[in-house]
């Protein structure tokens, strides 16, 4: 079994780590397969890769070339399946195609409320686009998967007629590099609440509330400092990022905060370590690594009260009312005036790793799933 991945799409965040996660895991595993990826993205030199220069494209002429020239290339490698691992696949492809879909915000009517409405005209636009080519491609793959139960119930509720070809094989982590074994800090050893949220920068993020929350935590006479791994000009820069941008940016004058940037995937797990707390407020996810990361180094996780994140976490993370900084600032107190409850909080998470989110076991799933689609 052949397998050629279109990873085109990846750059940074969740499916960034995954591509490579995935290629190494092959790699390791002898598995006979070949990458697309871009020609700006950086693949361990002992895989089998394609560089394209697609993803420079505007979104009419990407398209074009998937359908046109990716095809051509999916034939030239003489592969036995295709494995569309970023939402967009091949309209009646040449091979048997397992299509990843992992953008549920397009589909979540929480986030389509509460931030579409803060797109230009041409973002709404390019969404709505987005969403379509996503169903086209949906409609055409053999096999669809999903990281979570909450994505797959979004596809169906958009198109009922595809129940039956989604499968959920949830993201794992490797607990060998995010261990709780690794030497931790005591609850704020040095009287400082240590707060991380880690995630690449989008509005629907949200890490202007828990600045607003740490604010109102050193107010209280509760010294908080809060690191997030984004970049301040980043921010600036996006459309709908106004509100964050000014909250962040108040935050670091008042040195309660620090920005550390895009982190090294394998600069982690000491990030981690080094915190008291993570915080996840986001309003929309299709799985969210850095839950599972937390959950595996054995950190208390506060996160939004959005279904995905009562679906990955379940017991091992106390919730906040999603737009409220009041919300999270009545968790946090909660948190830190109660040691036992920190401690079940990390034992739930250690469990719920070891029982769901093993990233060796995500990939065995994912060649049976191909295996069987072949089989078919």
């Not at 679906?311 to 993370?317: F, M, Q, R, S, V």
Request: with cysteine; net charge positive; glycine share 4%.
């Amino acid at each position: 079994m052949k397998i050629i991945i279109n990873a085109i799409s990846a750059k940074k965040g969740g499916i960034a780590t995954y591509t490579k996660n995935l290629a190494h895991s092959f790699s390791r595993m002898k598995v006979s397969s070949v990458f697309a990826v871009s020609n700006e993205f950086e693949l361990d030199s002992d895989v089998e890769k394609v560089v394209v220069k697609a993803n420079r494209m505007d979104s009419f002429r990407r398209v074009l070339w998937e359908q046109v020239l990716w095809r051509k290339i999916i034939k030239n490698h003489k592969a036995d399946i295709l494995y569309s691992s970023a939402n967009f696949g091949l309209l009646s492809p040449p091979v048997p195609q397992v299509l990843l879909l992992r953008e549920g915000g397009l589909f979540d009517p929480f986030y389509l409320t509460n931030i579409g409405s803060l797109m230009s005209s041409r973002g709404i636009f390019e969404r709505m686009a987005r969403r379509y080519l996503m169903m086209a491609s949906a409609r055409s793959a053999d096999l669809i998967l999903t990281p979570s139960k909450t994505m797959r119930d979004q596809i169906i509720s958009w198109d009922n007629s595809l129940k039956n070809r989604i499968d959920v094989n949830y993201y794992g982590t490797n607990t060998k590099m995010f261990t709780a074994k690794l030497a931790k800090r005591q609850w704020r050893e040095d009287q400082v609440l240590k707060i991380l949220y880690i995630s690449a920068y989008y509005p629907h993020k949200q890490p202007g509330l828990i600045a607003e929350a740490v604010k109102e935590l050193n107010l209280l006479g509760i010294p908080s400092h809060l690191t997030l791994t984004m970049d301040i000009n980043v921010i600036k820069k996006t459309t709908g990022g106004e509100k964050d941008f000014f909250l962040l940016n108040k935050a670091i004058q008042q040195g309660q905060l620090t920005m550390v940037g895009n982190a090294a995937y394998s600069d982690l797990p000491d990030i981690y370590m080094n915190h008291d707390l993570f915080v996840f407020p986001s309003i929309s996810e299709t799985f969210g690594h850095p839950l599972a990361e937390a959950m595996s180094m054995g950190i208390p996780i506060i996160a939004s009260d959005r279904p995905i994140h009562k679906e990955i976490c379940g017991d091992a993370a106390l919730y906040f009312s999603a737009l409220r900084p009041s919300s999270l600032l009545e968790k946090i107190q909660l948190i830190d005036k109660n040691e036992a409850l920190r401690k079940s909080l990390i034992r739930s998470g250690l469990e719920n790793v070891n029982k769901k989110y093993i990233w060796d076991a995500h990939v065995d799933r994912l060649l049976d799933s191909f295996k069987e689609v072949l089989q078919k």
